[in-house]
């Protein structure tokens, strides 16, 4: 898929991953959408860059149709749908303090495999109207999930779950979308210098880094952008889950 001139809409586009996949996408020359639910820092990226921006709740059904009507109004049609929306929690399923409790696990759940399902349904309806472009190519969707999918630690029973189901979809959507020309994959980032990690004290983050095989720091948010691009651009890449972690296989602790 050809990312210049393209309308594309980034879910989760305000910050870490989104921005950095925003701003690849929007060098590119492609027409980018802005949608996230932190609407101070979506507005001022898109202002800085001269995008639109669109608050969105991916958890809010109405408000991820509206986000994708929106991004789907421009440039002949929606292309490009990249979901980086999500968020964590860590907690043990049990201990001395009784069971994990079923609130965050549901919110977690609802935010990034439910969020994930809701744009990637909608973008894809989206995209079945547009013209075919070569190859039959209708659109590209890239979904977020991560290697806690295949190596969740201790306390990540709710986000591995979470995660674990995005790249569960992966494959299916991508064959229930083959036939309309509209390719589906999934990014699985390992430990990248994103707003998650932020808060952490600098030697932590110096910590985690240094435990990568190669290179040994942590990823950063262009990284994951670049790959991003590499799949709307490579025709051949579809129904796959590419783990861009730096060889990194996370112990149980």
């Known amino acids: 898929m050809q990312i210049e001139s393209s309308s594309a809409i980034v879910l989760g586009g305000a910050s870490g991953l989104g921005e950095a996949t925003v ?66 929690w860590a907690q043990k399923l049990a201990g001395s303090k009784g069971p994990h409790p079923l ?50 630690q201790v306390g990540q029973i709710a986000y591995s779950a979470s995660k674990g189901g995005v790249v569960g979809m992966t494959l299916p959507a991508a064959r229930d979308l083959a036939q309309y020309g509209i390719r589906v994959n999934t990014i699985a980032p390992g430990l990248f210098d994103t707003p998650l990690l932020a808060a952490l004290p600098e030697e932590a983050r110096q910590k985690l880094g240094a435990g990568v095989p190669y290179p040994q720091r942590l990823g950063q948010p262009p990284e994951y952008a670049q790959l991003a691009c590499h799949i709307v651009e490579n025709r051949m890449l579809n129904g796959e889950t590419i783990r861009l972690d730096g060889a990194l296989r996370m112990p149980p602790r």
């Open 23 to 88: 701003r690849a996408l929007h060098t590119r020359g492609a027409h980018v959408t802005i949608a996230d639910v932190n609407a101070e820092k979506g507005a001022s990226l898109a202002s800085e860059l001269g995008l639109e921006f669109v608050a969105c709740d991916v958890r809010e059904e109405s408000q991820v149709q509206a986000a994708i009507q929106h991004a789907a109004a421009l440039a002949g049609g929606l292309r490009i749908a990249v979901c980086c929306a999500g968020t964590g």
């Open 103 to 152: 609130m965050p696990f549901e919110t977690i759940i609802q935010i990034n495999l439910i969020g994930t399902f809701n744009v990637l349904r909608y973008a894809a309806d989206a995209m079945i109207s547009t013209e075919p472009r070569e190859d039959g190519e209708r659109g590209v969707c890239v979904n977020t999930a991560s290697i806690a999918a295949f190596d969740g």
